[in-house]
Every structure is written in C-alpha cells, then in structure tokens.
C-alpha cells in the first residue's frame, strides 16, 4: 500500500570531522521518502522555493516517489546550517532559515486524500492535526515531533498526540516528554497520551518499540531491534526520519499490523538509519539496492539472534 | 567446571532516590560470585577486615561460594560510600576507603591453582598479572578494569591485557583505553592489545562482544544481547559485575565455548545485571531461582527475536 509522507524539505549544509556539504537535498520528508521508496510507493506534501530545481526534484522521481504534492512557493527554501563534534549525538546548529517553510499549510491532494498510511514528519504540531484530518482514509497514523514543540507548544502537541496511532522519538525527547527518566515508565506515560505505540530511538544502541495494552490486538511487551555498530558515522543528519521510513515502509507494504510485521519493521528502520549515516546527507539512500537493505537485515538480525 | 574470582569484598553505603543503605555487603567478587554461583561453583579470592562478621560469610555460603581463599586482616574493610543522582549512570563518591584492601596481595590456595576459569575482577593491573601466575591451570581468564587504572597504570594494564583471553569494561572506558569514539574501532584497537574477545557494556542498552578474528575459532561477527528495559533502577551499584558473574559463569557451567554458547552467556549477562539494580545491594542476588533467571532469559530473548 503506499504511503504519504508530509514534512519539511529543506537544503543542509553540514559539517562533520569527515568533511563538509553546502546545501545538500535534506529535510524530514525527503530522508523519509527515500527510505521508505525501496518498499513501498511514498507520496511527498511539502513546500520548497525557487531554488529548489529540477536536479533536486530528480533525486525523489528516481526513486518513483510521487512529488506532485510538492508546493513551489516564492522565496528560498528551508535552509539549516550545523555540525557535529566528535559526539555525533549532538548538533550545533550554525543557523535555521525557515524561509518559505515558514508559512507551510499542507494542502493534500485529492487523490491522495484516501492513502491509509500516512507519517507526519516534525512540522508544528497543529499542522500535523490539519493534516490528519484531510487524509480522512487514513488508517494508520505515524508521526515525530522534536524538543522545539515539546517545550514551546505543549498543549497544542497534546493535541496531536491523540491523532497519532504511533511516535516516533528519541530517548531525550521521550524524558523530556514525560517528566520520567526511566524509558518504561516514560513510555508509560507518553502512550496514556494517546499513541497505541512508542518507538523509542536509541542511536547507536537501536529502538525500542512500547505497547499499549491491547493495541493493534498484539499483546504489549515491548520489542527492540538493536543498531548495527558502525565504524564510521559521517554524517548523522536524517538518521530518525530514515528509521521512520524504513519503518512505516516496510509496514505499509504488508499492509497490515502483525506482531511479526511491527518486529521486522524495526529491523529495517534500524537498517536504513544506519546506511544514512555512511555518507552525507541522503546520498547513501539515493542509491541503494534491495539486496544490500536485506542482506544488511540479515546481518542485523544475527547480530541478536538466538538459536 | 567450577570458576575462582579475585577482586574487592566492600561495604557500600549508597543513596539513590528509593532510599540509602549503610555498610551493605558489595564489592566486585561479592557481586561477581553471587550471580555466577546460579549457574556454577565459584570460589572466591579477597580480603576483609575485622569487621567482615560470619553473617556476611553466610551471605556468600548460603550460594554455596566456597571462601576459604578469603583473607582475615588486621584492620577495616574496603568501604566505599556514594550516590546516584536521577541519571543513574553516574556515582558521586562521598569516601573510598581502602583499608585492608589497600595491601591485597592475592594468595591462591593451593587447590584452586588449577581452577579452569578465572574471573580477574578490578584490581591494580600488576595484582591481575599475578593472580594469573599463580592460576596456572586456567584455560579462559577474564576480567575488567576501570578508569583509574585506565588513567593511572597505563603501564601496567598493557601488561595484563596480554594475560586476558576476554575483557568486560563499558562503553567510557572502552574508548579512553583506545583514544577511538566509535566502539567497533575502540574495540578493534583493544583486541589489538590482547584479549581475544572483549565485552562492551552499554547499560540500559545491553552490551556487544567483538571477537579478534579467528578467536576461539567461532567467527569475528560481533553479538549484542539487549538489556531488559526496567522501570526502577533502585541502586545501580554491581551492575557490570552482576553481569560478568552471569556471563562467565554459565561459560564455566558449560566447559566449552561456542559461537552459541558465547551467546547465551551474553543474554545471562545481562539477565544478572536487570536482577542486581532491582534492589539495593546484593539483595536480590542473593534469593534468585533457577527458574526466575531462566523465566527472565526468555524474556529477554523474545525481546529482540525474530522468526
């Protein structure tokens, strides 16, 4: 089934100790979309400015995701400037120009209007309501959100929390969330909030997915795919935004929700992170083969895996 | 095969936010040979003061921990006081003192020297050399070490490092012991100084064994069993050494290492360390069932397990 995957896209220029990129192709809904594009059709609603070309729009078309949800506005596009230390769980930010982000209302095209999968990327949170309501086929409903709405909008994310049927967030945004500093009870508490599953992000350590009691009728023990080690982080941007559409991708090609399902969707979440970070920006995910995601997936799973 | 562990017998004063305790019974071998003695025959090598009375004898007794290798000196006990403040990973330390321990020479009883599997817990890095020695029937020697040692005896952890078939420390000191922030190079450059295998422990994350390549002839993949997420952690205090006495002590209870049993070892590991932090001290420890630890094993396993 496909998906419909509404976030920012947005240029990234990024410094690492491997080097550095000026104005890659980044942005939640971009990572997202080719991510999830290696399982399933992703359709992209975001807005970019006159600066974003025909090239950049390519990097989507090759990999068949649908960009006529795409709005062109007058003005630049989302432009974010940072880099990362030796820890590469922490960005300093340079710099965050919103540009035509700033006045995005999302506006989803009929035909797309019935998708039953649908993610909203990190976008204000009563956009992500606006959303939601408009694709009234959806079915299921996956989002993020980050630290900047959680402390500056937090009535209007308690909001958003009731519309979504999973999370997706980090461990700091899960405590911050919370108030609760073990991830079990924070989990707890988030999912009282509204969500039927959390996916906590661990980084290097993986995901841990939490249930509600009775959700999605698969029993509520929680599940965790680990990371692979990986040598080399070169540039960590893009790492959630790409579980997440390995995640609902794969998910969205089942097209249903089994425990099994939910369980190797968190393997190849964790999969397409780590292949986003073994080189800037989405070129890893440009270019990707089926064959590598499932050996890498096989790799994974042996990486835990119990006789 | 039964297993000889040397390191501290200690009393801890400890405060977290579930309450304190005054002069509990810990210490790295305490720790180390309650949880190891679930799975096997532990005999221990430390020293104690005056004030070691047969009440805390009988904490090791009643596992069956044979003692006779525990040194009566003049003097107090190692006592070390601390606490832990909401992140539980970090100790402040209000006092160390060494006492007694301050001048443990470690004398192997004659009947242990032909122990198989020796635990060498964290002792000045030339003690660790010595012990050795001393054990010269061991096939398998293990053993940790901790910053101090790290920062202070560089020298001599070189040393000891070359008497070590596997070495169990966490994620800091794996990468200040190897000057590398990503752990499979960290690991890489400590394999390179002697152990075969060596055990990185993430805390709440789990932990990941990374093989020198051709060692105990069972492959260089690395394996990681996850930790049970739990929802208090009451007192952290002997977690990695819970989580060693679970590792090697099903190792020892096993004779043999295989890529599987190796495995296994790593999920005990960690089962060890999730029952050490449920209470204060070695509370919980001491009062384990077979059937408990096994019910948590496969909990644990189902946590991470595909089909």
């Known amino acids: 089934m496909p998906i419909l995957a509404v976030g920012s896209l947005a240029f990234d220029s990024i410094r690492t100790r491997f080097g550095s990129v000026e104005k890659e192709l980044g942005g939640s809904a971009t990572y997202f979309a080719l991510a999830a594009s290696y399982f399933t059709e992703v359709r992209v609603v975001g807005i970019v400015g006159e600066d974003f070309g025909a090239e950049h729009e390519a990097v989507l078309r090759r990999r068949n995701i649908r960009t006529e949800g795409i709005e062109r506005a007058a003005g630049k596009t989302f432009h974010w400037s940072g880099e990362y230390a030796e820890n590469v769980n922490e960005a300093r930010t340079h710099f965050t120009h919103l540009n035509v ?31 939601r309501r408009q694709v009234n086929g959806a079915r299921l409903v996956a989002g993020d ?21 999973m999370l997706l967030i980090n461990d700091g945004e899960a405590r911050m969330l919370s108030h609760e500093s073990s991830l079990p009870r924070a989990a707890n508490h988030v999912l009282a909030m509204g969500p039927k599953a959390l996916v906590i992000k661990h980084g290097e350590y993986g995901a841990t997915v939490f249930f509600r009691e009775g959700a999605f009728g698969i029993g509520h023990h929680p599940f965790r795919a680990p990371a692979l080690p990986i040598e ?16 609902l991708g794969y998910i969205a090609s089942q097209g249903e929700l089994s425990r099994e399902v939910l369980k190797r969707a968190m393997f190849y979440g964790g999969v397409m992170g780590s292949f986003a970070v073994e080189d800037f920006g989405t070129r890893r995910l440009q270019a990707l083969s089926r064959e590598e995601i499932d050996a890498r997936f096989r790799a994974f799973r042996e990486l835990t895996h119990l006789e």
Request: aromatic share 14%.
């Open 145 to 165: 959100t980050m630290n900047y709405w959680i402390n500056h909008t937090p009535g209007e994310l308690t909001e958003a929390l009731r519309v979504f049927d």
């Open 101 to 131: 982000f700033e006045n995005f209302r999302p506006q989803i095209p009929g035909e797309f209007r019935a998708t039953e999968f649908l993610f909203l990327g990190n976008i204000h949170p009563s956009l992500q309501v606006e959303v």
């Open 232 to 247: 080399e982080v070169k540039d960590p941007t893009g790492a959630g935004d790409s579980f997440a559409g390995g995640f």
